[in-house]
């Protein structure tokens, strides 16, 4: 492999070490790792396929997936039994030893039964509307909030009230309030509340956080990092889906980029203190529309053959995004050509004549308590989605694009290389976002089990901090001025 490649895509943190040698510097890496070696995946390092890419001093161990619950599973109730409730869930099927599914809610019958049968839940414990769960005593451990954006809030104030920890879907809430609102029921009734920012658990990020806290780069000083969603990716759900409105959901900053304000937040590791944006809806709005458009895909476009968002191409073609169409046959191009061309199907319209308010770029500059500086871009129109990150530090810089990362030395020239196809790993097979959706269950549960919220990498607060960055992006999207964070 040519190392000269340079890589792409995630973020870094600060740590006040000087520089060190490569074997002192393996050894304080090393005393990282075996702070948390009784949570790891028993083997061999070099074990994991990639291995032979990644150099020793970045050889950090893969943490497991099965989670250490004392030898009681818990059990758990699904609020939301949609694509992000049934990730989640299936970790039960992986380790049913760890987590038992013992009641859901979702108001579509299908989703419910679904997920009923699969799990052979108790027809007493499948409810409609999530407020029909909390009517009943508390029977379980812990809830997961996985309903859409605007119906965050309700269900994880009332599961807070009545005990129940919460794995809580991003983002948080609808507004800055609604967020410290959660944290601080989390504090009144002592609840552990994990938030799904599924990257940060991922063996990728955790490789990359590590590097930089044992000292790898010098202390930070800066990160640009981006988030490309992909031009498909963003019709789907940004234009026509279900994020397509501010309003009734949230920001894009938040529904699509929380997850990157929290990850520049936890590798940085002070409070942000002033954040500025700009961005806007450029292209997906009417007056771009081509001649003769109609207002569906499927009503004869003279233009469907060449638009990279056609509905035909994406659903029926390509068969991305098909989730949300609740298919008997997801092969089946004339089901999916059905769904698309009903009238009252959202996904088949054409994008310049949807009701859409999402911006499509969106920039950002962030400066933290210590003088660290990060600045992050969302962009649609790319070809390609994950995150791209560069970060600088006083003796050292790292590249990454979230599967891979390089950490150059300034004084040696040397280029140290992490690479571990975490799909190869037989554990995380299918874990998705790069191993952390499971990881992330495995975390809580632990969390939930031994009632220690330090055993997820980030607690409520930090959590709400970052929602709370993200509020005030936005707030400086619309103002155009520099807006402070506290």
């Known amino acids: 492999m040519d190392r000269k490649d340079f890589l792409k895509s995630l973020g ?28 790891y995946a ?13 150099d020793p001093e970045l050889d950090f161990a893969v943490k497991g997936l099965r989670a250490d619950v004392n030898g009681k599973p818990i059990r758990a109730i699904i609020v939301g039994a949609g694509s992000r409730g049934r990730t989640y869930a299936s970790y039960a099927k992986r380790y049913p030893e760890c987590l038992q599914i013992v009641g859901v809610s979702d108001i579509r019958e299908s989703r419910k039964d679904s997920m009923g ?56 809430a609808q507004s800055e309030k609604e967020c410290k609102d959660i944290r601080d029921q989390a504090h009144k009734y002592g609840g552990i509340v994990a938030v799904c920012h599924v990257l940060r658990y991922s063996p ?34 940004y234009v026509r889906g279900n994020w397509r409105d501010s309003k009734k959901t949230t920001p894009i900053i938040l529904a699509k980029s929380c997850h990157d304000l929290d990850i520049l937040r936890w590798i940085v590791g002070k409070p942000c203190k002033t954040i500025v944006a700009d961005g806007s809806l450029t292209w997906f709005k009417a007056e771009n529309a081509p001649e003769g458009a109609p207002l569906r895909c499927t009503d004869g476009c003279p233009h469907e053959a060449s638009c990279p968002y056609s509905a035909i191409d994406i659903y029926v073609k390509r068969k991305q995004h098909l989730g949300v169409f609740d298919l008997k046959n997801s092969r089946d ?20 004549h949807c009701d859409n308010d999402q911006p499509d770029h ?6 933290f308590e210590d003088g660290t500086t990060a600045s992050f871009s969302m962009e649609a129109f790319t070809p390609f989605g994950g995150r791209r990150t560069r970060v600088m530090g006083t003796t050292g810089y ?7 990362f390089t950490l150059y030395e300034f004084r040696s020239n040397r280029k140290l290389v992490w690479h571990k196809d975490v799909s190869d790993i037989p554990e995380y097979k299918g874990a998705g976002h790069g191993g952390g959706d499971m990881a992330l269950v495995c975390d809580f549960l632990e969390a939930v089990a031994h009632k220690d919220e330090s055993m997820l990498t980030s607690n409520i607060d930090a959590s709400i901090e970052s929602h709370v960055m993200g509020f005030r992006a936005e707030k400086s999207r619309l103002s155009r001025k520099k807006v402070k964070v506290d």
């Open 204 to 237: 990728y990020f955790r490789a990359l956080y590590q590097a930089i806290h044992s000292g790898m780069i010098g202390k930070l000083i800066s990160i640009q990092h981006m988030e490309p969603i992909e031009c498909r990716h963003m019709a789907h759900s």
């Open 42 to 54: 028993e083997g061999p390092a070099d074990a994991v396929s990639g291995a032979s890419e990644t």
């Open 362 to 367: 969106f920039v950002s500059e962030m400066v």
């Open 398 to 404: 790292i590249e990454g694009d979230g599967k891979k």
């Open 117 to 172: 049968d699969k799990f052979g839940i108790d027809e007493e414990h499948r409810f409609g509307d999530w407020s029909e769960v909390f009517k009943v005593p508390k029977f379980a451990d812990a809830v997961f909030v996985t309903t859409p954006d605007d119906l965050h809030y309700g269900p994880c104030m009332k599961a807070l009230e009545m005990g129940y920890d919460v794995l809580l879907e991003k983002p948080v």
């Open 333 to 352: 191009e004339a089901e999916i050509m059905g769904k698309i061309s009903d009238p009252n199907n959202e996904w088949g319209r054409c994008v310049y």
């Open 12 to 39: 870094a943190l600060t740590v006040g070490a000087t520089f060190i040698g490569s074997e002192q510097r393996l050894k304080a890496v090393e005393r990282a790792v075996s702070s948390s070696s009784d949570k």
